[in-house]
């Protein structure tokens, strides 16, 4: 799978590399279940309205699909704001090169506020607006899906602009895009 990629026209574009459909982790239907996959189904249903692609992995640990489910929602209600999670997203989806999570958070990053040309230096991985929330939060997401550790200088860039709650709550931000693109990328087989 490659890096979703700006077009030759210079406008960033959703018609990345296509979701496949090949899958190691085949859907049954909810009826053909073991009971306790079917109470996390049941249960992830309710709270979203639909069961999300990362959960398919997820499912044969019933418990463990339940609480991560819960730990993504609990991020939106963080206080972090949705441009600042959604650009989190693309940055994680083009580090991981997940095609799929790129996709489902292109859009969703637009409607947050997030500009065209914001989108694009994420993608090519170029320096945001150093003085910005956002800029922070895509240096701490860069570094540690580069680096895998954060510098002093990003670590205090960030608590100057998010607090240590925020801090906190940025992390967990990151570690939840970084799981789910990994639980996407494990399941799509490539061709």
């Not at 296509?18 to 049954?28: G, H, I, L, P, S």
Request: glycine share 4%; net charge negative.
């Amino acid at each position: 799978m490659t890096t979703p990629k700006s077009s030759d026209n210079g406008s960033i574009s959703t018609a990345v590399p296509a979701k496949t459909t090949d899958r190691r982790f085949a859907w049954k239907t909810p009826d053909d279940l073991p009971a306790d996959q079917r109470q996390a189904y049941d249960g992830i249903l309710a709270r979203r309205g639909k069961v999300p692609e990362p959960y398919r992995a997820l499912l044969a640990s019933p418990d463990l699909a339940g609480q991560f489910e819960q730990l993504a929602a609990n991020m939106w209600k963080s206080g972090l704001a949705a441009e600042i999670i959604e650009s989190i997203y693309l940055s994680v989806a083009s580090w991981q090169q997940c095609a799929y999570q790129w996709q489902a958070h292109f859009p969703k990053a637009l409607e947050a506020g997030v500009t065209e040309e914001q989108v694009r230096q994420i993608l090519a991985r170029q320096a945001l607006v150093p003085d910005s929330p956002l800029a922070a939060a895509i240096a701490f997401t860069e570094e540690l899906q580069r680096d895998r550790h954060v510098s002093n200088a990003t670590y205090e860039r960030v608590t100057q602009h998010f607090g240590d709650k925020g801090r906190a709550n940025l992390l967990l931000a990151v570690s939840v895009a970084t799981s789910i693109a990994l639980l996407l990328n494990v399941q799509h087989v490539d061709g």
